[in-house]
């Protein structure tokens, strides 16, 4: 598990941290099937309680993430080359299970 110093919602840190993730779980020799992230611990920009000696994300960087954020709004136009040469891919559900719970439309109907 890798732990961010603090709360960010940088692209290029969280992309940072997911490359540590892989490094360190990656073992040669090893045939790997499947991989995923997961994020723990989520919290709200605001409030956040300010602390003199603890690193906070920097203010050109939210304003950056703010005019991604914008420009792919309307359609998705600016991704990080992390993502690959085509990160428009969807994810395959094939062994999706219903969502019977939270969704009233995948109820079963009884005739």
């Known amino acids: 598990m890798i732990t961010l110093d ?8 969280l992309i ?15 045939r790997y099937a499947r991989a995923g992230v997961g994020l723990l611990d989520i ?13 906070y994300q920097d203010d050109r960087s939210k ?3 703010q005019v991604v954020d914008k420009l792919n ?3 998705p136009q600016v991704f990080f080359a992390s993502s690959g ?3 428009f891919w969807s994810m395959q559900r094939k062994l ?3 969502a019977y ?10 005739k």
């Open 63 to 65: 304003k950056l993430m």
């Open 16 to 30: 940072k941290a997911a490359k540590q993730g892989v490094a360190s779980a990656f073992e040669p020799n090893y």
């Open 96 to 98: 999706k299970s219903p």
């Open 85 to 87: 040469i085509d990160p």
């Open 73 to 75: 709004k309307k359609e």
């Open 101 to 110: 719970t939270t969704r009233i439309s995948q109820l079963p109907i009884v």
């Open 6 to 13: 603090y709360p960010t919602n940088d692209t290029r840190t």
């Open 43 to 55: 919290r709200d920009e605001n409030p956040t309680q300010m602390n003199f000696f603890d690193r």
